[in-house]
C-alpha cells in the first residue's frame, strides 16, 4: 500500500493550485490522483476570466491571487507565460441601485488595496469603443483585471510542484474512501493509498467523492454556454492598428459578458432559468466532453448583447462551449475543513474555478499548514451548511444562484429559493404576528415585523422600508416588554467529571462559577476568534453552551477537538433542535415573568448574568439573564414541545404591558448601541478577541488554551489591529458593512457591522482600524460619500449597564 501525508482527489485549477503550494511550502508525500487528465471537467472549456470584483474582502483575495499567481510568479518560475492578458475590465449598468453596489465594491477596494474606477458613459466610451451607450448610466472599472489560459496555468503548478516532489498519477479514478484508524485510505483504479489527509477538490465530480468520504457536499452542475466568434473586423482593425487589447465587458442587468479572443469575440450569457446537470452523478465516463449547443436558450442574451455591441454581429459563430460549471447554493466555493471529519478537506464547488482557484489553493494549504486559515474564512467555509441542505435545496439554490449571477447584491438580501428547511416550533405564531422572515443556518428566523401586507420588504443599498417597523419594536422593547424568538440559537450540553477542566481550557475566559454564565471564545491556533460561547454553568458536571445558528457545525467540530486533544472525561451533546428559546425583554419583563411564578426573579437571588431553572405556569424553565440588546431580561430555554404553552403564557401574561415582538433586525440596532460583537461579522478567526475590544474576558495567567501564545506574540509584534464604536455624520444613508475608514484621504479601516440606533438616535458601525494610532480626522465611505465619523469612547447606550441589573 502506498504511503501519502496528502491525498488531493481532482486535476483542475483549483486541485493542483493546492498541490502547487503544498509542495511549495515543503509538505512531502503529497499525492494528486485524476480520474481523466488535468483540466478534465470544468477547467479546460472555461473562458479564463480574472477578476477584482468581490463584495467580500476573503473572496476578493482570492481573486487577486490568483491574478498576482498567473499574471507574474507562474511566469517567473515556470520560464514561461501562462497565457495571461493583462486587458482589464468594466461593468456597465442602466440601473441606480447597480450603481450603488459598484460604489459599495469600489470603496471596499480602497481598503484592500485594488481601487477600482467608478465610470461615467464618457468614459465608457473612451475604454470600450465598440459599446454602445444607449441607456447606461455609468459602470465600474477593473483595471487589473484580465485572462487566462486555463490550461497553461495549470499545467504550469502542475511541473513546479512535480520539481517540488509532488506526484500526479492520472487515469486513476478513486473507487472508494474508508477511515481506517488514524489515517484515510484511498482506493484508487492503480493501487490503495494510505494517508493523514485527504482533500475533495473534485469539482464537477465533487458531489460523489463526498459521498465516499461520507459526506453530503451541496454541489451541482449547472451547463453554462459561451460562443466564440470568428474574425470581428472591427476587433482585427484595432489589433493592426496597434491598439491595446479591448476590456473584458459585462452588462450585469441583460445577463452576459464579452470579451476579445485573438482576432474575435467571446460571449458568454447566463439564462434565469439555469439548465441543471446530473445532479445525482456525473456519467463516469465524462471528461473533456461537451454537451450539445442549445442556443434556443439564450438568444434573448444574444440579442442583447449584440445591440451593445453591434460588432458581435458581423464576426459569425465559430465554436460554442456548452459545458458544466459547479454551484453551492450560495455561490461561493467550499473550502475547508470537512464538519465531523479528521484530517478531512473540501476545496470544491467553485463556480468560478479559475477566476479563484489560484488563491483558493493559496488559502487551504496556509490552512492546512498553521491550523487555521489566512483571513476570515465564512464566506467559504465548507461548514456553513448542514444536513439540512438536501438534493432539493442544493438543486434549488444552484439554479437560483446561476440565474442571479449577475443579480443586485443588496445588503441583508434573502433570496427565496430553497427555504423552510429548518422551522422553529413557534414559526407559524410569528407569521400569524407578520414576521418577515430571514434564513439563517438553514433556520427560518423573524428578521421585522410588518403591520401590513402590501410591501413585506424592500432591498437597496439605502434606508429600506423596514426603518419605520424596526423602530416601533425598539420603542416596545425599551419602554414596555418584548418578546423574541431566539430558537436558532445552537446549543450544546456538555456533562461528566471533567466539565469544569474542559470549559476552563476551552478559550480564552475561565470557567464561570456554578450558577453563573460567562462568555468564552475558543481561538485558532493563530489566536484568532473561531467560536463564541455563552456558557451557563448548571453544576460542577453540567455546562450549558450556546452560539450563534451560523456557527453550529464549526462550533460542534471546536468542541469535539477539544475533547480529542485533551482527553478529558466528557460528553458532548448538540441540542440545537431539541430546546427552543424565547427572549423576554424590557423594563416590564420582571413583572411579566412574576405573575406567572413564584421563583424569586429579584437581583438578589437572581442576578444579572446568573442562571436558574424556574417554573413558568407550571412549565420547567432554563432561564439565563442574558441580553444581547442591553435591556432587562432572559433567555427562556425549554424543550420544543413546550415552547407554545410557554409563548401563550407570557403573551397573555404581558398583554396588560402591551407587549410585542422584535426580530433580528432590531436587536442588531440595539446591540450596536451597547458596541457588543457579534461572532462571523465583527469576531472573526482574522483577528484576536484583544483586537476585537474582548480583551477584558481574555484570562492568560496560569492558564494554557489554544492560540494563548500567537495572540499574544501578536501584540507584541505592533501589528494588531483595533475595533472601534464609530458614530458617523451619516443622514438618511445606514452602514452595514465594507465599508472603508478613512482618516483623511488614507484608507486605514474597515466597517465590519452598522446600523441605526433607534434608543440614542445615532447611525452606529464597528470597524476595524488596522492604524490603532488614528483617532482623529475620521471619516466613512458610504456609497461612494465620506461621511464624518468619530470614536466613541464608550457605549452610547447606558454604558454602566445599569438596566441590565435593575
Same mark, same amino acid.
Given at each position: ?51 477584482? @470584483? ?86 465600474? !472599472? ?38 481506517? *484508524? ?89 439564462? *434565469? ?47 460554442? =462551449? ?89 445588503? @441583508? ?130 455546562? !450549558? ?42 423594563? *416590564? ?10 421563583? /424569586? ?120 489591529? /483595533? ?38 438616535? *445615532? ?18 465611505? =458610504? ?13 452610547? @447606550? ?9
Amino acid at each position: 500500500m502506498t504511503k501519502a501525508q496528502v491525498v488531493i482527489i481532482g486535476g483542475g485549477v483549483m486541485g493542483v493550485s493546492l498541490l502547487y503550494y503544498l509542495a511549495k511550502s515543503g509538505w512531502k508525500d503529497i499525492i494528486l490522483v485524476e480520474k481523466n487528465d488535468l483540466t478534465h471537467g470544468s477547467t479546460w472549456h472555461a473562458a479564463g476570466l480574472c477578476t477584482h @470584483f468581490a463584495h467580500n474582502p476573503t473572496i476578493q483575495e482570492l481573486r487577486a491571487t490568483s491574478v498576482r499567481l498567473y499574471r507574474d510568479i507562474l511566469p517567473a518560475e515556470f520560464g514561461e507565460t501562462c497565457g495571461f492578458h493583462p486587458s482589464g475590465a468594466m461593468r456597465i449598468t442602466r440601473n441606480p441601485d447597480r450603481m450603488d453596489e459598484f460604489a459599495h465594491v469600489a470603496g471596499l477596494s480602497d481598503f484592500t488595496g485594488y481601487p477600482l474606477e467608478i465610470l461615467t458613459p464618457g468614459r465608457i466610451a473612451e475604454l470600450h469603443p465598440l459599446a454602445k451607450l444607449d441607456g447606461l448610466i455609468g459602470g465600474i !472599472y477593473e483595471p487589473d483585471d484580465g485572462h487566462v489560459d486555463p490550461t497553461l496555468a495549470t499545467n504550469a503548478m502542475a511541473k513546479i510542484a512535480r520539481n517540488n516532489g509532488a506526484l500526479i498519477k492520472r487515469y486513476n479514478p478513486v473507487r472508494s474512501i474508508r477511515r481506517d *484508524k488514524n489515517h484515510w485510505v484511498v482506493e484508487t483504479e492503480q493501487e490503495e493509498i494510505c494517508t493523514t489527509h485527504i482533500v475533495n477538490s473534485a469539482g464537477t465530480w465533487g458531489w460523489e467523492i463526498g459521498q465516499m468520504m461520507g459526506l453530503n457536499i451541496p454541489v451541482v452542475p449547472v451547463l453554462h454556454q459561451y460562443l466564440v466568434t470568428d474574425t470581428v473586423p472591427d476587433v482585427a482593425k484595432r489589433i493592426d492598428s496597434g491598439l491595446a487589447e479591448l476590456p473584458i465587458i459585462r452588462d450585469p442587468e441583460e445577463s452576459w459578458y464579452v470579451r476579445q479572443e485573438r482576432g474575435g469575440l467571446i460571449l458568454g450569457p447566463y439564462e *434565469k432559468d439555469a439548465q441543471v446537470w446530473s445532479p445525482d452523478g456525473v456519467p463516469p465516463e465524462f471528461g473533456a466532453e461537451l454537451l450539445p449547443p442549445d442556443l434556443d436558450r439564450v438568444e434573448h442574451i444574444i440579442e442583447a448583447a449584440m445591440a451593445r455591441i453591434p460588432a458581435l454581429g458581423s464576426g459569425g459563430i465559430k465554436s460554442v =462551449i456548452n459545458g458544466p460549471i459547479t454551484f453551492t447554493p450560495d455561490g461561493n466555493p467550499l473550502i475547508g475543513p470537512a464538519h465531523g471529519l479528521d484530517n478531512a478537506w473540501l476545496l470544491t464547488g467553485s463556480s468560478m474555478g479559475v477566476m479563484e482557484g489560484g488563491g483558493a489553493g493559496w488559502f487551504l494549504a496556509h490552512w492546512m499548514t498553521n491550523g487555521a486559515p489566512p483571513m476570515d474564512a465564512l464566506a467559504i467555509d465548507s461548514r456553513r451548511f448542514g444536513k439540512w441542505a438536501d438534493r432539493g435545496y442544493r438543486i434549488e439554490k444552484a439554479g437560483e444562484c446561476f440565474g442571479l449571477q449577475f443579480g443586485v447584491h443588496y445588503p @441583508f438580501e434573502e433570496r427565496p429559493a430553497g427555504r423552510n428547511k429548518r422551522q422553529s416550533p413557534l414559526h407559524n405564531l410569528m407569521l400569524e404576528r407578520g414576521a418577515v422572515m430571514g434564513a439563517a443556518f438553514g433556520w427560518e428566523r423573524p428578521n421585522w415585523f410588518s403591520n401590513t401586507t402590501a410591501d413585506r420588504g424592500m432591498e437597496s443599498f439605502r434606508r429600506t422600508n423596514w426603518f419605520d417597523a424596526v423602530a416601533n419594536e425598539v420603542t416596545t422593547t425599551t419602554s414596555g416588554v418584548a418578546l423574541a424568538d431566539l430558537s436558532v440559537f445552537s446549543k450544546f450540553e456538555i456533562t461528566g467529571p471533567d466539565t469544569r477542566k474542559f470549559i476552563g481550557s476551552l478559550g480564552s475566559n475561565t470557567t464561570p462559577p456554578t450558577g453563573r454564565i460567562g462568555l468564552i471564545h475558543a481561538l485558532t491556533p493563530a489566536g484568532g476568534t473561531c467560536s463564541e460561547f455563552t456558557v451557563a454553568m448548571l453544576d460542577e458536571e453540567h455546562a !450549558y453552551l450556546t452560539s450563534a445558528a451560523a456557527a453550529e457545525a464549526i462550533d460542534l467540530d471546536s468542541l469535539v477537538h477539544h475533547q480529542d486533544a485533551t482527553r478529558l472525561t466528557v460528553e458532548i451533546s448538540n441540542q440545537t433542535e431539541e430546546l427552543a428559546v424565547i427572549g423576554i425583554m424590557g423594563p *416590564k419583563s420582571r413583572d411579566v415573568l412574576r405573575k406567572l411564578t413564584e421563583d /424569586d426573579l429579584d437581583n438578589r437571588t437572581f442576578p444579572w448574568l446568573a442562571v436558574r431553572s424556574i417554573k413558568l405556569g407550571g412549565i420547567d424553565v432554563r432561564a439565563l439573564r442574558v441580553s444581547f440588546i442591553g435591556e432587562l431580561g432572559w433567555e427562556l430555554h425549554v424543550p420544543v414541545e413546550k415552547v407554545r404553552d410557554l409563548f401563550f403564557l407570557l403573551e397573555d401574561s404581558g398583554k396588560e404591558f402591551d407587549i410585542g415582538l422584535y426580530g433580528a433586525y432590531a436587536a442588531n440596532s440595539m446591540r450596536l448601541e451597547k458596541a457588543y460583537r457579534s461572532w462571523g461579522v465583527d469576531l472573526t478567526t482574522e483577528r484576536t478577541p484583544i483586537e476585537s475590544g474582548m480583551g477584558y474576558l481574555v484570562k492568560t495567567d496560569g492558564r494554557e488554551f489554544i492560540g494563548r501564545e500567537a495572540m499574544l506574540e501578536h501584540h507584541e509584534t505592533g501589528v494588531a489591529w /483595533d475595533m472601534v464604536l464609530l458614530d458617523i455624520d451619516a443622514g438618511e444613508i445606514d452602514p452595514f458593512y465594507s465599508h472603508s475608514v478613512w482618516q483623511g484621504e488614507r484608507p486605514i479601516g474597515i466597517v465590519t457591522s452598522g446600523a441605526y440606533g433607534h434608543r440614542t438616535n *445615532k447611525t452606529l458601525a464597528l470597524a476595524y482600524l488596522r492604524d490603532p494610532s488614528a483617532r482623529s480626522d475620521l471619516s466613512v465611505s =458610504i456609497l461612494g460619500s465620506k461621511r464624518g465619523a468619530t470614536i466613541s469612547a464608550e457605549a452610547p @447606550f447606558d454604558p454602566a449597564n445599569n438596566l441590565l441589573k435593575t
